[in-house]
Structures are given as C-alpha cells and as structure tokens.
C-alpha cells in the first residue's frame, strides 16, 4: 500500500476489509470509503469466522470490525485476528462507544475505535492513518475515556519502564503518543520509515503493549501528560 509516492503518480488505494452482521451497513460503508477512490474495500465479512477468511485471502492493509456480530463478537474477533501471522492493522467501528466496548478493543489489539455516524472524510483519514501505522480514536470518545484510561496502572512502574528505553526509543514513543505515523516519525527524525518501524516494534515490546494506543497510554501515565 502507497498512499504518497511524492512524484504526483496516482497512489495505490488502501485495502480495507470490513466486518459488520449488517449487510446493509456495509454496503453504505463500501460506498462512503471508497467514494474519494483512495480506499477500496477489498473483502466483507458478517461473522467473526468470515472476517479471517477474507483478510487470509485478500491481505489487506486495514480490517474494520464492528462490535456487535453474531457468535464471536468484534472483540474476540480482534483476538483471533491479533493472532495471525502478518496480522493487518484493525480499528473497531461501530454505532457503540461504551467505555467497556472501548477498554476491551484496545486490550484486544485494536489501533484505534472509531464510530459509524463519524463525517465521512473523517472516516477516510482514519483509515490511511491506520494504514500508515498511526492510532486513531474517536474525538467523543477521547475526551470521556482517555482521562479515565490515564488513571489506570502502577504509574511507577510505567515511568520505570519508559526511562530505560534509550533516548532515541523515548523520542520515538513521544512522537507516537502525539497520534504519529510511522512516515511522519521518520520525518520529524530522520530516520527511514523501514528504521521507525523497527524502533515502534522495540518500543511495544519493551513497554509491554500490545499496540500503539497502549503505548501511547503508557506514556501519558507515566509522564504525566506525554513523554518530551
């Protein structure tokens, strides 16, 4: 996937499969998405079992899940797909913003949780930010829940953990906090999108997350607002 290739030639769309019991819905977000032409939707799914068939076949570079599915809901499906090899980035979007909904997409892996009556091109952006690594929330569900998130956890120990990564790792995990894509990371610091990559991937595993939004939580706990 190729969003910008900075020479005008026409960027390669962002594959997206989406999981939602509502064939109706996803009908209506095949067509909001994909109405700019630089996102298409390349599988949908109405089950959890259905949802990992489609991204086994197609690979795509964003999965969007809804919560509410019949048998696996969206949030073990978040698991399983945790689960795969070469696993793409998911983001949940549903009509829901219950807080328990919210806290358990994020501790299944999900990047970011967004909501269906979101403005259309908002929609659009999240999803080339997921695709180019970065964590999306819903600004109405930030500003209720990320305070509460923020709360939660041994802040010693978080501070602990975020003052033995090296200083390049703290630069790259600030910048992550900030809602930072990998391209944007690089920029900012010189380095290869390829490098950043790498530096995200030592930063979770050393903080112990499971994905960006986590890390980024880490970080706002542990400094106290955001790591500089």
């Known amino acids: 996937m190729r969003i910008d290739d900075g020479a005008g030639t026409a960027a390669e769309p962002v594959r ?20 700019a032409g630089t996102v298409r939707v390349v599988g949908e799914a109405g089950t959890a079992d259905e949802m990992l068939s489609e991204v086994r076949a197609h690979r795509p570079d964003v999965v969007l899940v809804d919560v509410q599915m019949p048998g696996k809901d969206g949030i073990e ?8 090899p070469d696993a793409p980035v998911a983001a ?7 807080d328990d909904y919210v806290a358990g997409a994020l501790r299944s892996g999900a990047h970011g949780f967004l909501l269906k009556d979101a403005d259309p091109q908002v929609l659009v952006r999240a999803v080339h930010d997921l695709a180019a690594g970065g964590a999306v929330l819903d600004p109405r569900v930030a500003a209720r ?9 041994d802040r010693d120990h978080e501070h602990r953990l975020v003052r033995a990564l090296s200083a390049r790792e703290q630069q790259v995990l600030g910048l992550l906090a900030d809602g930072r894509a990998n391209a944007d990371i690089g920029d900012r610091l010189g380095l ?6 790498s530096y995200v991937s030592t930063v979770l595993t050393k903080l112990g997350a499971q994905n960006r939004v ?3 939580l880490i ?8 790591v500089r």
Not at 145 to 153: D, H
């Open 145 to 153: 829940l990320l305070p509460k998130l923020r709360a939660v956890g």
């Open 219 to 226: 970080a706002q706990r542990a400094a106290g607002g955001g």
């Open 77 to 84: 499906a978040l698991r399983d797909l945790a689960a795969l």
């Open 92 to 98: 949940v979007l549903t009509t829901f913003d219950l």
């Open 214 to 216: 986590q890390a980024a």
């Open 16 to 35: 997206v499969v989406l999981a939602d019991d509502e064939a109706v819905l996803r009908r209506g977000l095949r067509v909001l998405l994909e109405t």
């Open 192 to 197: 290869t999108e390829a490098t950043v990559k």
